[in-house]
């Protein structure tokens, strides 16, 4: 079975569950269902480590400088989600793509979805055709840890830097 089908059979069986309404609401419980994607950006001049986590059932949890918030995607989130999955063959572009040599201070991203593994650096000096199948599911991804991050306690984010490219 290929990369594009099992994501779509993956996300097919959490379709019944995914109609939520309003922003990010707390969720109850510390154990998520199956996980659907993770993403992990770690690095930049102050170093960071930020993850994140979203389930098959819609729950999120970001957990960044130490702390951790938990939330239910709101409905728009999860529906671009959905469709940046079925639309990104992480199972094909799954590998690294590093900066070019003597890049700084850059934050490494990484998404897995299943068992396969997309690692960037700097989305804009990735091949073209990669970076266009990618690009969806790491803006939406990035968009949700933004909204996440809002969510954190100011003690979370006191060393907030975020030097993102692409």
């Given at each position: 079975?290929?990369?594009?089908?099992?994501?779509?059979?993956?996300?097919?069986?959490?379709?019944?569950?995914?109609?939520?309404?309003?922003?990010?609401?707390?969720?109850?419980?510390?154990?998520?269902?199956?996980?659907?994607?993770?993403?992990?950006?770690?690095?930049?001049?102050?170093?960071?480590?930020?993850?994140?986590?979203?389930?098959?059932?819609?729950?999120?949890?970001?957990?960044?400088?130490?702390?951790?918030?938990?939330?239910?995607?709101?409905?728009?989130f999860?529906?671009?989600?959905?469709?940046?999955?079925?639309?990104?063959?992480?199972?094909?572009?799954?590998?690294?793509?590093?900066?070019?040599?003597?890049?700084?201070?850059?934050?490494?991203?990484?998404?897995?979805?299943?068992?396969?593994?997309?690692?960037?650096?700097?989305?804009?000096?990735?091949?073209?055709?990669?970076?266009?199948?990618?690009?969806?599911?790491?803006?939406?991804?990035?968009?949700?840890?933004?909204?996440?991050?809002?969510?954190?306690?100011?003690?979370?984010?006191s060393?907030?830097?975020?030097?993102r490219?692409?």
């Open positions: 079975m290929g990369g594009r089908t099992i994501v779509a059979t993956t996300i097919a069986l959490a379709l019944p569950i995914s109609a939520y309404s309003g922003v990010n609401q707390p969720v109850t419980g510390s154990t998520h269902s199956r996980t659907l994607v993770t993403y992990t950006a770690e690095g930049g001049l102050f170093f960071r480590h930020t993850s994140l986590i979203v389930s098959l059932s819609g729950r999120s949890t970001l957990t960044s400088n130490g702390c951790a918030v938990r939330f239910r995607l709101d409905a728009a999860w529906k671009r989600l959905k469709t940046a999955l079925r639309q990104t063959n992480v199972h094909a572009l799954a590998g690294d793509y590093p900066s070019p040599p003597g890049a700084a201070d850059e934050i490494t991203e990484k998404i897995t979805v299943g068992h396969d593994t997309v690692r960037i650096t700097d989305l804009a000096s990735i091949p073209e055709k990669v970076r266009q199948e990618l690009e969806p599911l790491v803006t939406i991804v990035r968009e949700i840890v933004t909204v996440d991050e809002r969510r954190m306690p100011r003690s979370c984010l060393h907030r830097v975020i030097t490219k692409g």
